[in-house]
Structure formats: C-alpha cells, structure tokens
C-alpha cells in the first residue's frame, strides 16, 4: 500500500492550498484517513481527520480555515486550506487506517509528506 502526497508549495499569508493524497495498492477499506504536519523543530501533530462516514475533526488552529474530504470510491483524501498563516508552514502528511481484507483489523499507513511555506 502506498499514499501519495501532492499539493505543498509556497503561497503568501492569507492564500490557499489544496492538498491531495491517494492511497492505492492492496486495499479493501479505508477506516480513518487524515493530515498531520510537523514544524521544524516541533512534534508531528494532527490537523484534521474524516472517518468513513465522512465525519470531521480539527485541530483548534485550523477550524474554519481548514476543510478535510474524502473519496471513498477514489481511494483519496484532500485538505483545502484557506487563510492560511506562516505558523502553517510545515510539512503535511497523509495518513490512513486501511483494512486490507474482510477483517476489522487496519494498519495505518502514511504519506511522504509534502512541504507547505506560507511566507508573511
């Protein structure tokens, strides 16, 4: 299994991205699927989450700012992001619970990441 990554670049204060990431490989379902960033120097933290009925989390820093989806029958997770600050520079990476077969049991699996610079 695989997930990959796209959408990071350099954008001024108040700008938006859009970030993409696909899984693909062995997959029967796909539980939970999610961004996290790490700053230089910080620790990877969540920034939003969507489970497989399409219910949403955020981190406090980014709600209303950030809007997580989801395309179950695409195997891929986006993450718009609007009005964005430099304290969002970081690294983004995808993240996901996937089951391989019929049994409940998922593995979670990550993205290789894709640098967003939000200049001021």
């Known amino acids: 299994v695989q997930l990959q990554a796209s959408g990071g670049g350099l954008v001024q204060a108040g700008g938006f991205l859009r970030l993409s990431c696909a899984a693909s490989?062995?997959?029967?379902?796909?539980?939970?699927m999610g961004w996290y960033r790490q700053a230089p120097g910080k620790q990877r933290e969540s920034v939003a989450e969507?489970?497989?009925?399409?219910?949403?989390n955020y981190a406090d820093s980014v709600k209303g700012r950030f809007t997580i989806s989801r395309d179950n029958a695409k195997n891929t997770v986006d993450l718009q992001m609007n009005s964005l600050k430099p304290e969002d520079t970081a690294v983004y990476y995808c993240?996901?619970?996937?089951?391989?077969?019929?049994?409940?049991?998922?593995?979670?699996?990550w993205g290789q990441g894709t640098l967003v610079t939000v200049s001021s």
């Open positions: 993240n996901a619970g996937i089951r391989y077969d019929a049994s409940v049991v998922s593995y979670k699996h």
């Open positions: 490989g062995r997959i029967f379902r796909i539980n939970e």
């Open positions: 969507i489970n497989s009925g399409g219910i949403t």
